[in-house]
């Protein structure tokens, strides 16, 4: 039986720092579940356990020169062995914290996720969202939390608790944030995933650097069981990347890059020598990533390819799917501003009608409507069929799910007129153009 810890009087935030930073926390920070600052996620943290009344962010430092390393043999090691500290803290915390009468859990850090609902969102707590509430840092242009002092290399984890906090300290945001927009992420990163405007392409990233992860893995499995022989597979995929999948299984599933927190000189104790010498850090730092031999994988016609051909002809491009195939109407339009690419929507401008019929509702069937506006390498999404549409497309929803993962072919699909386009028929070969999976 729990003693009850609701008579027990609120408990001061740095009782619960100190006994992260015993367990192992290089720094840490607490805030209610309830703060606008965590908006949407504390639904999430509610979700995994009801009671929850507040979560402590950890932070865990690691080794930058291991994390700089332009072999990433030294990295991905850092980046397990931190994974796994992190875990354990997390764990000892909670399990201090349950010993004292109080419910408390430990979502992992990365992995095991709820990989169930892939590709739709399968961890359980946002680590990002948790920590910058908490104050123990800001996203920089690179999108990872950047702490004040310990930079961009750092490790994230959450525990939950059911401890009412004493409002006298608990985490606020911080009022700047540590990156200070030298935008040496920007080139550091192979397949062009971070703008220098500050967008984020998703795709880009998850494709090469999770090449041995979730849907990398699966279109190599795909690759493997379609293939007519060994030698027609060997085609495929060369060796080393048979002997790169058994490796991630074998010791940990390798990331290919992380460069731009590699990069980063953010934070105070590691801004100095960048101050004092921006070329050197850019000499050492930079340069031998940019000059590095390595194959770059990317979604067929997606920005990333034009990129890399551009940018870094030097690296083999190896044309592979993510596997991000949507399993709702609804995952589809969620998933879109994720999937577009904003250099192959050139020349395009147009309003898309969208009627997908037969979705899996709550209570049956339903129908779902949305308007896509693609103008100026930008994408609105809304719900409903707004203004007048230059293509519109009324589609059975299982057969667009269908189609969208290569298991119906489009031609197929209008000839049952399961797909029903109406306006300039051209845009819909366009339109697949901008969000290549
Ligand atoms: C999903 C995820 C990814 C995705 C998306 C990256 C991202 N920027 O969020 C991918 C697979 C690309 C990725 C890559 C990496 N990740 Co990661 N990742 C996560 C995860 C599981 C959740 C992130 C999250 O909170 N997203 C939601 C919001 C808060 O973040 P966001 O930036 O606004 O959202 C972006 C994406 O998540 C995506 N997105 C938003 N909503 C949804 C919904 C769905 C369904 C999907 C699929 C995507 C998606 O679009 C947004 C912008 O494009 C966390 C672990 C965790 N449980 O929190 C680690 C985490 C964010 N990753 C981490 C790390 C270290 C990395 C890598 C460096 C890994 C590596 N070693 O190479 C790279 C860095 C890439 C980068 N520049 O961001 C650390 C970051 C630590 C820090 N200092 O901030 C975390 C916190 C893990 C940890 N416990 O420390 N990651
Ligand atoms: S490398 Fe520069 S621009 Fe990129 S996140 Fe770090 S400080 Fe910000």
């Known amino acids: 039986m729990k003693s009850n810890p609701v008579t027990s009087p609120p408990t001061r935030p740095s009782e619960l720092v100190d006994l992260a930073r015993e367990a192992g926390a290089d720094d840490a920070a607490c805030v209610p579940v309830d703060a606008p600052s965590l908006g949407e996620e504390a639904e999430h943290i509610r979700a995994l356990l009801p009671e929850a009344k507040s979560v402590i962010s950890i932070v865990v430092a690691m080794n930058r020169e291991q994390l700089n390393a332009p072999a990433r043999s030294l990295a991905n090691l850092e980046f397990h062995h931190a994974g796994e500290e992190i875990n354990a803290i997390c764990r000892r915390l909670a399990l201090v914290l349950c010993k004292r009468g109080h419910r408390a859990l430990a979502p992992a850090m990365g992995f095991p996720m709820e990989v169930q609902h892939f590709p739709d969102r399968i961890w359980s707590v946002a680590h990002k969202t948790v920590a910058v509430a908490a104050g123990m840092g800001h996203m ?8 004040p002092k310990l930079g961009s290399s750092i490790l994230l984890g959450t525990v939950v608790t059911d401890i009412e906090l004493d409002p006298d300290g608990v985490g606020v945001p911080l009022e700047g944030n540590p990156c200070f927009q030298c935008k040496l992420c920007v080139p550091a990163c192979p397949v062009g995933a971070i703008s220098p405007d500050g967008a984020f392409h998703f795709t ?4 090469h650097n999770y090449r041995d992860f979730m849907g990398g893995f699966a279109d190599w499995a795909e690759g493997l069981a379609s293939s007519r022989s060994a030698l027609a597979f060997r085609r495929k995929s060369p060796t080393h990347e048979q002997v790169s999948i058994w490796q991630s299984l074998s010791f940990g599933a390798n990331y290919k890059a992380a460069y731009c927190m590699a990069v980063c000189p953010a934070g105070e104790d590691v801004i100095s020598p960048f101050l004092g010498d921006k070329r050197g850090w850019r000499d050492r730092y930079l340069r031998p990533i940019e000059q590095r031999v390595e194959p770059v994988y990317v979604l067929p016609g997606s920005d990333a390819e034009a990129h890399v051909a551009k940018r870094y002809p030097h690296k083999p491009l190896r044309r592979v799917s993510s596997h991000l195939h949507p399993r709702s109407i609804g995952g589809f339009l ?14 395009i401008d147009a309003r898309f009608h969208f009627r997908f019929t037969g979705c899996t509702g709550t209570d049956g069937t339903e129908t779902i409507d949305a308007t896509v506006e693609i103008r100026d390498g930008a994408l609105v999404v809304q719900r409903g069929h707004l ?8 589609a059975d929803a299982r057969t667009w799910l269908a189609f969208l993962a290569k298991e119906v072919s ?3 699909a209008l000839l049952t007129r399961k797909v029903r386009p109406r306006g300039r028929l051209s845009l819909l070969p366009a339109f697949g153009r901008c969000f290549p999976l």
Do not use: E, M, Y
């Not at 203004?387 to 009324?394: I, R």
């Open 140 to 147: 920089g242009l690179h999108r990872s939390v950047i702490h």
């Open 204 to 207: 880009a990233c998850l494709t």
């Open 334 to 347: 969620d998933g879109l501003d994720l999937a577009f690419q904003p250099g192959q929507s050139r020349g």
């Open 387 to 394: 203004g007048d549409p230059d293509l519109a497309v009324t």
């Open 410 to 412: 489009i031609l197929r």
